[in-house]
């Protein structure tokens, strides 16, 4: 099984996995078209944190795990399994 990052201009980079941990994520109460803040549950969930080949690291910025951003980048990045 591959990983892969896929961000902006659709470039995609290889990536694998150099930790997980579990952390709490603060699940958001939302309605079609409207999402209400503050609203919702703590939750557990593993956290990874990837490396693409140049040994930058992305970190998991959602509660599923198909959402990455790399160290210094606002740009989010979507996981693609291959």
């Known amino acids: 099984m591959k990983l892969y990052l896929e961000g ?7 990536v694998k996995v150099v930790s997980t941990e579990q952390k709490s ?4 109460l939302e309605i079609p078209g409207r ?3 503050g609203i919702g549950t703590d939750r557990m969930v593993e956290v990874n ?3 693409d080949e140049e ?3 992305a970190q998991q910025i ?3 795990g198909f959402r990455y951003r790399f160290t210094g980048s606002e740009l989010p ?3 693609i399994v291959g």
Do not use: I, K, Y
């Open 25 to 28: 994520f603060r699940t958001v």
């Open 49 to 51: 944190t990837l490396m």
């Open 55 to 57: 040994g930058n690291l």
């Open 77 to 79: 990045w979507s996981l």
């Open 62 to 64: 959602d509660c599923e």
């Open 8 to 14: 902006p201009g659709r470039e995609r980079r290889p």
């Open 35 to 37: 999402r209400l803040a």
